[in-house]
Nanobody, 126 residues
């Protein structure tokens, strides 16, 4: 079974940037699509960005100007670049992937994904 490990979270000031990375425990496993979600305590999980294995991406409308998802083929990770962070971006960020199909579209739907990481915390102070 593949495990996903997130890294790159931390505490930053408003306006700063962070880059989150998601690494799979088995690099030989092929994912159909991957995504980042985030969750604030007391709220449901929110889709942030997704990517399919052809490189097509989808980013939540409210975050398009600041967040980018990409597949770093050198590091073999799926990264989330977050710029101009705001206090409302404070959340636990989770990486998710779909293993088992040769392809799945980049969509921000939790039920699309069957493998989840433990999360990495992002805290943005004003």
């Amino acid at each position: 079974q593949v495990q996903l490990v997130e890294s790159g979270g931390g505490s930053v000031q408003s306006g700063e940037s962070l880059r989150l990375s998601c690494r799979a425990s088995r690099t030989t496993a092929t994912w159909g699509c991957m995504a980042w979600f985030r969750q604030v305590p007391g709220n449901g999980r929110e889709g942030v960005a997704a990517i399919d294995n052809a490189g097509n991406t989808a980013v939540a409308t409210a975050l398009k100007d600041r967040f980018t998802i990409f597949h770093d083929k050198v590091k073999n990770t799926v990264d989330l670049q977050m710029n101009t962070l705001k206090p409302e971006d404070t959340a636990m960020y989770y990486c998710a992937a779909e293993y088992g199909s040769s392809y799945c579209p980049a969509i921000l739907l939790q039920t699309e994904y069957n493998t989840w990481g433990q999360g990495t915390r992002v805290a943005v102070s004003s």
